[in-house]
């Protein structure tokens, strides 16, 4: 036999194994093909049992013939039962000692939280809780509030009209409640009124364009600026615990009479100044007053029998004290590393 005629059975060989190799399937189909191509009895040996007729001076020709058909049938076996292997693994495997999918379980926000204690505090000193709209006209928004048009009390709001001419807004405070409550009952009248508020307000670290407020309202025969202290006093203690300070300062607002702002302590820095209450120590929650006559006169309430106090307090500002949180911003984000702490 000469070495052409052993390299023709080695392509043969070679041709025949490929396309068994393509074709086959499974597990058993390789070693089918192993034992038919690679077995001791195997096409392999077979060729390898044909060196020994070949001239002596071509042995060494179709040794070297043989060995390449050897290691690239011996490759492509393993190759094939590499690729067996791994989508074995794939189906199959399941690690049991992974730790499972947890659905994420949502939670309350923080601002709907305060909200919520707010209410609670105020319903157990007999207030009932009321709504209103947050898109209004001009004139529950402004004028039944004694401000006037072209009144500079407008210009302290920063107003987002929905319809100018139809003099439709945003509120941008929650003070129209007081009017919409009034105009429906008669005194006595206690209610808060919590809800969302918008203004034209630059974002900082205590001011976003929407924020929310809480409004008080206290009507009756006697009411004084006493009981506004009073109420507002508890609930600082009862929200902060009996270490809050609270300070009133006069102020204007053209719906009450007088008059104040309260402000209370910065348990951030504990009074020392810092950026939440801007190095005063102290950080303003609301507005205040005695409801002024020209408001009861809007609502048909009789100015010489009834006096009553009024609040509006951002809620946002107590949250960041509650919770020490330096800005304001951080409640809007929607940063889910911020809103998981609470
Ligand atoms: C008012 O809005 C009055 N309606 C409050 C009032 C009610 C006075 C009843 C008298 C009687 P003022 O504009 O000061 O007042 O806002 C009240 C509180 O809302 C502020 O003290 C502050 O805590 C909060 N606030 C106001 N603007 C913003 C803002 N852009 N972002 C966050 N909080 C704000």
Redesign the pocket.
């Given at each position: 036999m000469s070495v052409e005629t052993l390299k023709a059975q080695i392509n043969t060989v070679e041709t025949a194994f490929k396309s068994s190799l393509e074709k086959s399937a499974g597990q058993d189909g390789l070693e089918a093909l192993r034992i038919q191509f690679l077995g001791r009895k195997g096409a392999l040996t077979d060729l390898f049992k044909l060196l020994g007729s070949l001239p002596a001076e071509e042995k060494r020709l179709g040794g070297q013939a043989l060995n390449q058909l050897k290691n690239l049938m011996n490759q492509q076996f393993q190759d094939r039962m590499n690729d067996l292997g791994e989508s074995r693994n794939e189906q199959t495997f399941f690690d049991f000692s992974l730790p499972g999918d947890v659905g994420y379980v949502g939670r309350i926000h923080p601002i709907s939280t305060i909200l919520r204690e707010i209410k609670s505090c105020f319903t157990s000193m007999g207030f009932s809780v009321r709504q209103g709209p947050e898109v209004e006209t001009e004139y529950y928004n402004f004028d039944a509030l004694n401000i006037s048009k072209g009144h500079p009390a407008r210009d302290?709001?920063d107003t987002l009209f929905i319809d100018e001419s139809n003099e439709i807004v945003l509120r941008?405070?929650?003070?129209p409640v007081?009017v919409h409550v009034m105009e429906s009952q008669a005194p006595p009248v206690r209610i808060i009124a919590p809800g969302r508020?918008y203004?034209r307000?630059t974002p900082d670290a205590?001011?976003?364009?929407v924020?929310h407020?809480v409004?008080?309202l206290c009507v009756d025969e006697g009411v004084s600026f006493a009981d506004l202290k009073g109420v507002i006093q508890t609930f600082a203690k009862r929200m902060f615990g009996s270490d809050m300070k609270i300070r009133f300062r006069p102020s204007f607002?053209p719906?009450?009479e007088p008059?104040a702002?309260y402000d209370f302590s910065c348990m951030m820095c504990k009074g020392k100044g810092c950026r939440v209450c801007s190095g005063t120590g102290w950080v303003?929650?609301?507005?205040?007053?005695m409801v002024n006559p020209a408001v009861f006169k809007s609502v048909g309430y009789d100015p010489e029998k009834y006096t009553g106090y009024?609040?509006?307090?951002?809620v946002?500002?107590i949250a960041m004290l509650v919770y020490e949180v330096h800005d304001?911003r951080l409640f809007y984000e929607n940063d889910m590393r911020f809103l998981k702490q609470f």
């Open positions: 302290m709001q941008t405070h929650t003070s007081q508020c203004r307000d205590t001011h976003s364009p924020f407020q409004e008080g607002f719906f009450t008059s702002e303003e929650i609301s507005g205040a007053g009024a609040f509006g307090m951002g946002e500002r304001i």
